[in-house]
């Protein structure tokens, strides 16, 4: 099994994950560049695994809150 940790970039609200597990000890923000906008910008420590993202996730940034 692969070893994840999924981010999400604060500035496009973007989801993806690096294939090394985050340290417990780390700030949960990091920069980094985005894979969507191309962007070093802050993202969000969103979990190790894709369940942990609803619970974690910053819901400023979901576009399906927004779409009227």
């Known amino acids: 099994m692969r ?4 981010y999400q ?3 496009c609200g973007c989801v993806h994950y690096i ?3 985050y340290d417990i000890e ?3 923000y990091e920069q980094r560049i ?3 906008c ?3 910008a802050t993202h969000l420590w ?3 695994d894709p369940e942990d993202f609803y619970i974690l996730y910053n819901p400023n940034l979901d576009e399906r809150f927004f779409i009227y």
């Not at 070893?3 to 999924?6: E, H, I, L």
């Open 3 to 6: 070893k994840r940790s999924y």
């Open 26 to 28: 780390q700030d949960m």
């Open 38 to 40: 191309g962007k070093v």
């Open 9 to 11: 970039c604060q500035e």
């Open 46 to 48: 969103v979990g190790n």
């Open 19 to 21: 294939e090394e597990i």
């Open 34 to 36: 985005c894979i969507k």
